[in-house]
């Protein structure tokens, strides 16, 4: 019985072969176009974050009677790690971290069980808390923020355009959920003097009595026809200041209208909330989250035409701002991508077809984009999208893919320049050198499970460094030994390569090059213990070298042209203290020649951080 031989199968089916090239090179460009794009892989954030108001309450006692309380009945939930937590007057926010070797599969259940422990102590906690409120979304990033600014306009009417363009943004595929940044509670505000109370005979509690029983939803039953059930109304409730102003207020026997006697106006709640502004003026953001999977180029791509398409329809004065924009970032790296894949193409055909010649070369530049093309295939049907890690995976095997098909090719030319003929030359090819490439590239493979199979967040964010590598290496080994063959059975030609061998006479290896690198082996070979020793020596030092001389980083820097500016006032300042202090900040933006050149725009979010729109794995306590 004879062993497989798959370079012998290729050659004996060509037909087969040949379909099989065109099948997978039309599925894995399809495949390219298809796969989603992001920034960053999908991962698991084991992070939640746990926010109870208690307004009227000091610090300590929010710490004692609240976040005591919260933190220990936390203890008790399964996989949790660490608790974090911030005590302020009226608020208390804690972090649950779950332990970064907790299974994927098992955060979901942990975040249940954390519901049920705050579930449970709930009626235990203060009167007038209000909460526990629970995120587990925390994780979540925005791929792009837009934000809405007009002069002459206030946060009210941003806030109504801002709602219209939210409504229609969720319309768009792939849009996962959309948040309003810098919105302010609008109220009614009913102002009337001391002095005046006094000297009506007035009651507040009675203007506050009349204006709810006015404003009331009280059913009024309906009547019902032979054919219809008519609903029965009873209308009077507020609709504007004007209408507040209009009620009747009844104080000493006489009957005054509340606009006479009291100021009616619209305002924002007091103290305000956190709120966001763009090149010195106040603004509305819109925050717009991806589905996962999704493609955030042509998401992007959509966002902005729904955006330019909305903008024709916002009021003149109101104008929309891009403050991040994921998918241009997206892009950039994608186009980076390209032209190192471009470049590294061009470096390898040009040493190919350099050294091995125009026909040879030919065989290995032929089987580049085929191994891209069924890696691109392989990577959809594994669910791996185009990102950062995946981007890099792919750079990295660029070195290594033509590997086996040099290996092979060049063993069908050496039999060939030999006399021999193309199948019997190929065929050799797979019997001599098959297993040895295999090996190395399982090898190779190997030293990257580590990375794959770590039991933790930053193995599960870089796992496709691992799965990437090893679908790209194991398929150049089977283009190598199926396709490669078929290649150069088609292109190379017997009797030109072996009449150039015999130029050389009856050994081809004769040249001065080989004769010195083939004295180098055996000189090693002959002194193999004093080779084994330098080796273990030069390893010793290499590893000494790297605890001591190499920097450690595991992941580089951003390369963003982004800066985030952090700015801590003393604890207690109120929000309008910062936002005093932001605009400092902003008026050095703005009116600083040197800035203003550097900067393209800013924005500024005051008593809150910016929202995430890349992915960070620290927390602030705010």
């Not at 065109?22 to 460009?29: N, T, W």
């Not at 200041?241 to 924002?268: C, H, M, W, Y």
């Not at 030319?413 to 050799?428: C, H, I, L, P, S």
């Not at 450690?552 to 042209?561: D, E, I, L, T, V």
Request: with cysteine.
């Amino acid at each position: 019985m004879t062993h497989l031989n798959l370079s012998e199968w290729a050659l004996r089916h060509r037909s087969m072969v040949a379909y099989l090239i065109l099948v997978l090179m039309l599925g894995g460009v399809l495949s390219y176009f298809k796969l989603g794009r992001a920034e960053d892989p999908d991962f698991t954030f084991k992070v939640m974050v746990v926010r109870t108001l208690w307004p009227g309450a000091t610090a300590r006692e929010v710490e004692l009677q609240v976040t005591e309380r919260i933190e220990k009945k936390l203890q008790e939930a399964p996989w949790i790690d660490v608790v974090r937590s911030s005590s302020k007057p009226g608020e208390s926010l804690a972090f649950v971290i779950l332990k970064d070797y907790t299974p994927k599969n098992e955060v979901p259940d942990a975040w249940y069980q954390v519901r049920k422990k705050i579930g449970d102590i709930k009626h235990t906690l203060p009167n007038g808390v209000q909460g526990p409120f629970i995120n587990d979304e925390f994780g979540e990033t925005f791929i792009n923020i837009f934000a809405l600014t007009g002069d002459g306009f206030d946060l009210a009417t941003l806030r109504q355009e801002a709602d219209r363009i939210a409504r229609a943004l969720r319309q768009v595929p792939d849009v996962k959920k959309i948040e309003l940044i810098g919105v302010q509670d609008e109220k009614i505000f009913i102002e009337i003097s001391h002095a005046k109370l006094a000297t009506l005979g007035l009651d507040p509690l009675a203007i506050l009595d009349a204006l709810q029983k006015q404003n009331a939803m009280t059913p009024a039953g309906f009547y019902e026809t032979a054919s219809d059930r008519v609903r029965i109304r009873v209308s009077g409730d507020f609709n504007s200041p004007e209408n507040i102003r209009e009620i009747g207020i009844q104080a000493s026997g006489r009957l005054f209208r509340l606009g006479d006697i009291a100021t009616v106006k619209r305002g924002f709640s007091e103290p305000p909330t956190p709120r966001m502004r763009v090149q010195g003026q106040d603004a509305i953001g819109v925050a717009i989250a991806m589905n996962r999977g999704g493609d955030v180029i042509r998401l992007g791509d959509q966002l902005r035409t729904e955006v330019a398409r909305l903008q024709k329809d916002l009021p003149h004065g109101i104008d929309i701002h891009v403050v991040a924009d994921q998918p241009e970032i997206v892009r950039q790296s994608i186009t980076l991508f390209m032209s190192s894949l471009t470049e590294a193409v061009v470096i390898v055909l040009a040493v190919s077809f350099l050294s091995l010649g125009l026909r040879t070369g030919a065989v290995v530049a032929l089987s580049i984009p085929l191994v891209l093309a069924v890696t691109f295939l392989l990577m959809a049907v594994f669910g791996i999208n185009l990102h950062r890690i995946s981007l890099g995976a792919l750079i990295i095997s660029l070195g290594l893919l033509v590997d086996d098909a040099i290996i092979a090719v060049e063993m069908m030319v050496v039999k060939m320049e030999q006399g021999w003929d193309r199948f019997r030359a190929a065929t050799f090819a797979y019997t001599s050198t098959a297993f040895p490439m295999l090996t190395g590239t399982l090898i190779t493979v190997a030293g990257f499970t580590p990375v794959g199979f770590a039991k933790s967040s930053a193995g599960e964010y870089t796992f496709s460094i691992f799965a990437v590598v090893a679908i790209a290496l194991i398929v150049s080994w089977l283009v190598a030994v199926v396709f490669t063959p078929y290649l150069g059975y088609k292109l190379l030609d017997p009797k030109k390569l072996l009449a150039k061998a015999q130029q050389h006479g009856e050994d081809i290896y004769t040249t001065p090059f080989y004769r010195r690198v083939r004295a180098t082996v055996e000189w090693c070979v002959r002194r193999r213990w004093l080779v084994i020793g330098a080796t273990l020596m030069a390893f010793a030092l290499s590893l000494v070298a790297l605890g001591t001389g190499v920097q450690k980083q595991f992941f580089p820097a951003s390369s963003r042209n982004e800066l985030l500016v952090d700015l801590w006032l003393p604890q207690g300042a109120s929000l309008k203290a910062t936002e005093a202090q932001a605009k400092k900040v902003e008026q050095l933006l703005l009116l600083e020649p040197e800035m203003n050149k550097s900067v393209q725009f800013f924005a500024s979010y005051i008593g809150n951080g910016s929202p995430r729109f890349y992915l960070p794995l620290d927390q602030q306590l705010k």
